[in-house]
T-cell receptor
């Protein structure tokens, strides 16, 4: 299995609070991705990174920001969490798109 | 715009029966296609991929998929389903440096 970890694995937070999710890889892959998974929607891309400090938006980027200061870490921040951001968040990595992506175990976030 | 359609939200089969999960894509150029599986509470695992060449590709866990350009399809098949195959299955197409996923098909297996 690809070396991808996500932290925390579970989090409950209140509306309006900031939240940061971390994705860490040990594969030295160039690309990293953040998705959210919701019933009936499959996986939707939030943001992705194609190198240190190089990021771009996905289809559902509103309300989210990302940072990548090191190859191995990709952070997803919800500046002010809302109930609509309750979801399961997955990180993925890829060496050379359009090749396959490898996924982390996910973070279940609940915003009350 | 590129898209992936999985028309079956939920499929139920008996253990030992054959399986076919449907996937249709919309993409202008030669597509790179993938099937992933997600067991409950887990991340996604790559089952197989198609980039070029032989249109019948073999994957892990006894799965195979056939690329049919004329039908814009990439259906996943397995000759005999095991109870452990119960999971959600996602088809995806590569779009430059991103993947576009279908909404998934949940497979239930009865003994």
């Amino acid at each position: 299995d690809a070396g991808i970890t996500q932290s925390p694995r579970h989090k409950v937070t209140e509306t309006g609070t900031p939240v940061t999710l971390r994705c860490h890889q040990t594969e030295n892959h160039r690309y990293m991705y953040w998705y959210r998974q919701d019933p009936g929607h499959g996986l939707r891309l939030i943001h992705y990174s194609y190198g240190v400090k190089d990021t771009d938006k996905g289809e559902v980027s509103d309300g989210y920001s990302v940072s990548r200061s090191k190859t191995e870490d990709f952070l997803l921040t919800l500046e002010s969490a809302t109930s609509s951001q309750t979801s399961v968040y997955f990180c993925a990595i890829s060496d050379s798109p359009p090749y396959e992506q490898y996924f982390g175990p996910g973070t279940r976030l609940t915003v009350t | 715009a590129q898209s992936v359609t999985q028309p079956d939200i939920h499929i139920t089969v008996s253990e030992g029966a054959s399986l076919e999960l449907r996937c249709n894509y919309s993409y202008g150029a030669t597509p790179y296609l993938f099937w992933y599986v997600q067991s409950p509470g887990q991340g996604l695992q790559l089952l197989l991929k198609y980039f070029s060449g032989d249109t019948l590709v073999q994957g892990i866990k006894g799965f195979e998929a056939e690329f049919k350009r004329s039908q814009s399809s990439f259906n996943l098949r397995k000759p005999s389903v095991h109870w452990s195959d119960a999971a959600e299955y996602f088809c995806a197409v590569a779009n430059t440096d991103k993947l576009i996923f279908g909404t998934g098909t949940r497979l239930q297996v009865f003994p």
